[in-house]
Nanobody, 129 residues
Framework: LVQLVESGGGSVQAGGSLRLSCAAF????????MGWFRQAPGKEREGVVA????????YYADSVKGRFTISQDNAKNTLYLQMNSLKPDDTAMYYC??????????????????????WGQGTQVTVSS
């Protein structure tokens, strides 16, 4: 059973930082494509970052480039999303997700909702001005 568990959300002021974690259970996460999505109230869920932990460069949405950084700890089967210079527009529920089509993952492949099979429960990020 594949499980993704997010943590690390919270409330910060604009300009602050948070680090989200996504722990993967039931499989070796370096064999899947991993992504972070977010959904603000009244808006569609959007892909923010995607990476193939087994190797390759990540994809970052333009809205987060230069501010968000993805990293990994293979020993812990965990992916991290470091979020710096946070803005009120970053306020959303953040979801970790995974799929097995690793040939379509990373820099040249914006994460699409329909590609991702496995989802975490989400963690809330609130940025106040």
């Amino acid at each position: 059973l594949v499980q993704l568990v997010e943590s690390g959300g919270g409330s910060v002021q604009a300009g602050g930082s948070l680090r989200l974690s996504c722990a993967a259970f039931g499989y070796t996460y370096t064999t899947f494509c991993m992504g972070w999505f977010r959904q603000a109230p009244g808006k569609e869920r959007e892909g923010v970052v995607a990476i193939y932990p087994g190797g390759g460069s990540p994809y970052y949405a333009d809205s987060v480039k230069g501010r968000f950084t993805i990293s990994q700890d293979n020993a812990k089967n965990t992916l991290y999303l470091q979020m710096n210079s946070l803005k009120p527009d970053d306020t959303a529920m953040y979801y970790c997700a995974a799929h097995t089509r690793t040939s379509h993952c990373g820099t040249w492949y914006p994460p699409s909702l329909t590609d991702f099979t496995y989802w975490g429960q989400g963690t809330q990020v609130t940025v106040s001005s």
